[in-house]
C-alpha cells in the first residue's frame, strides 16, 4: 500500500490544490503486488474538510489494500463542487473533468467508465450527484452518503432566512449557488444532471445511504423518491446512525464492493433494490 500527497496546478481553480491518493501497491503480504491500472475511486470530503479527512476517519486506505482500487481524494473546500463562474473558481469541473485528467496522467489508472466512480460524504455526497451525473460519460456508479442534498431547502431563500439543515447564511448560499430564486431545477441542481444523464442513457449507478437519527435524513429520502421517479439504478440504505464518521465508515465499507459489482446484486435486509 502506497499513501501520496500531492499538489497539482489547477487551471480551474488557479492555485495549487491538495490532493491525497491511495495505490494498492507496494505490499509486503504480496508476492507479486499489482502495478496497475487501478479501477479508481473519487472520494470528496464534507463541508469544512480536507483531502485527508477520509484517511484520519474511515478506512480507505484498507479497502484500497483489499480490493485493489486507487483511491483519489481532493480538497474541495466548502465549494459544494459547483462551478463558481463570477469568482473563477470551477470546483465541479476540477472533480469531474480536470482531476480525472491529471490523475490519469500522473498514475497507473484505469481510464474506462466502468472502473472509475465517485462518492463523497454530505456536502460531498451533494456533489457526488452532482458531478458523477453532470459528467456521466466518466463515472459509471456514485455513492452518497448522508449527503447535504438542500436545494429545496434554500431554492428562493431571502437575507436573514435560515434553514434547520443548513450550514450557513444568505451570503454564502448566494455566493456559491448563485440566483437562489432560479435554483430549482437549473444547472446547480444535481436532479438537472440526472434528468439530462438519463436522458442520454449514461445516468451513473446510485448508492444512497443516510442514517435516521440524521438531521438530513428527510431530505435524503426525498431524493431517493426524486431519483425513483426517474427510474435511476438506485441502492438505497437506511438505518440507525447520525451525522458521523462511525455510520461513513461503515457505509464506505458496503460500498467499495458495491461499486466493483457492475451487475446488480443482492444486498442485506436493510438496503433496499430500487
Same mark, same amino acid.
Given at each position: 500500500?502506497?499513501?501520496?500527497?500531492?499538489?497539482?496546478?489547477?487551471?480551474?481553480?488557479?492555485?495549487?490544490?491538495?490532493?491525497?491518493? =491511495?495505490?494498492?501497491? *507496494?505490499?509486503?503480504?504480496?508476492?507479486?503486488?499489482?502495478? %496497475?491500472? +487501478?479501477? @479508481? $475511486?473519487?472520494?470528496?470530503?464534507?463541508?469544512?474538510?480536507?483531502?485527508?479527512?477520509?484517511?484520519?476517519?474511515?478506512?480507505?486506505?484498507?479497502?484500497?489494500?483489499?480490493?485493489?482500487?486507487?483511491?483519489?481524494?481532493?480538497?474541495?473546500?466548502?465549494?459544494?463542487?459547483?462551478?463558481?463562474?463570477?469568482?473563477?473558481?470551477?470546483?465541479?469541473?476540477?472533480?469531474?473533468?480536470?482531476?480525472?485528467?491529471?490523475?490519469?496522467?500522473?498514475?497507473?489508472? =484505469?481510464?474506462?467508465? *466502468?472502473?472509475?466512480?465517485?462518492?463523497?460524504?454530505?456536502? %460531498?455526497? +451533494?456533489? @457526488? $450527484?452532482?458531478?458523477?451525473?453532470?459528467?456521466?460519460?466518466?463515472?459509471?456508479?456514485?455513492?452518497?452518503?448522508?449527503?447535504?442534498?438542500?436545494?429545496?431547502?434554500?431554492?428562493?431563500?431571502?437575507?436573514?432566512?435560515?434553514?434547520?439543515?443548513?450550514?450557513?447564511?444568505?451570503?454564502?448560499?448566494?455566493?456559491?449557488?448563485?440566483?437562489?430564486?432560479?435554483?430549482?431545477?437549473?444547472?446547480?441542481?444535481?436532479?438537472?444532471?440526472?434528468?439530462?444523464?438519463?436522458?442520454?442513457?449514461?445516468?451513473?449507478?446510485?448508492?444512497?445511504?443516510?442514517?435516521?437519527?440524521?438531521?438530513?435524513?428527510?431530505?435524503?429520502?426525498?431524493?431517493?423518491?426524486?431519483?425513483?421517479?426517474?427510474?435511476?439504478?438506485?441502492?438505497?440504505?437506511?438505518?440507525?446512525?447520525?451525522?458521523?464518521?462511525?455510520?461513513?465508515?461503515?457505509?464506505?465499507?458496503?460500498?467499495?464492493?458495491?461499486?466493483?459489482?457492475?451487475?446488480?446484486?443482492?444486498?442485506?435486509?436493510?438496503?433496499?433494490?430500487?
Amino acid at each position: 500500500m502506497a499513501i501520496f500527497h500531492a499538489e497539482f496546478f489547477s487551471k480551474c481553480l488557479m492555485r495549487l490544490v491538495d490532493v491525497d491518493i =491511495c495505490l494498492p501497491i *507496494e505490499d509486503l503480504v504480496e508476492p507479486q503486488p499489482q502495478e %496497475g491500472p +487501478f479501477p @479508481t $475511486l473519487y472520494l470528496l470530503h464534507g463541508y469544512t474538510g480536507r483531502s485527508e479527512d477520509w484517511l484520519h476517519g474511515s478506512c480507505i486506505a484498507e479497502l484500497s489494500r483489499q480490493y485493489g482500487i486507487a483511491v483519489v481524494m481532493p480538497s474541495g473546500e466548502n465549494s459544494f463542487y459547483e462551478d463558481d463562474t463570477e469568482a473563477g473558481f470551477l470546483y465541479s469541473t476540477f472533480v469531474g473533468q480536470e482531476l480525472v485528467e491529471l490523475t490519469r496522467a500522473a498514475f497507473p489508472l =484505469c481510464r474506462d467508465r *466502468e472502473h472509475t466512480w465517485m462518492a463523497g460524504l454530505s456536502m %460531498g455526497g +451533494f456533489g @457526488t $450527484l452532482l458531478n458523477a451525473c453532470k459528467f456521466s460519460e466518466t463515472f459509471s456508479a456514485a455513492a452518497c452518503f448522508s449527503s447535504a442534498f438542500i436545494i429545496q431547502d434554500i431554492a428562493g431563500m431571502k437575507p436573514g432566512a435560515v434553514i434547520p439543515s443548513g450550514v450557513g447564511n444568505y451570503g454564502y448560499y448566494r455566493r456559491v449557488f448563485g440566483d437562489l430564486d432560479a435554483l430549482a431545477g437549473g444547472p446547480r441542481d444535481p436532479l438537472y444532471w440526472a434528468q439530462k444523464a438519463k436522458q442520454t442513457g449514461t445516468l451513473p449507478r446510485l448508492y444512497l445511504a443516510c442514517g435516521t437519527e440524521d438531521s438530513l435524513f428527510p431530505n435524503n429520502t426525498v431524493m431517493r423518491k426524486e431519483l425513483e421517479g426517474l427510474g435511476a439504478d438506485v441502492t438505497w440504505f437506511q438505518g440507525p446512525g447520525a451525522h458521523s464518521w462511525q455510520f461513513w465508515d461503515q457505509e464506505i465499507k458496503k460500498a467499495v464492493p458495491w461499486m466493483l459489482n457492475a451487475k446488480k446484486q443482492e444486498v442485506d435486509d436493510e438496503t433496499q433494490r430500487v
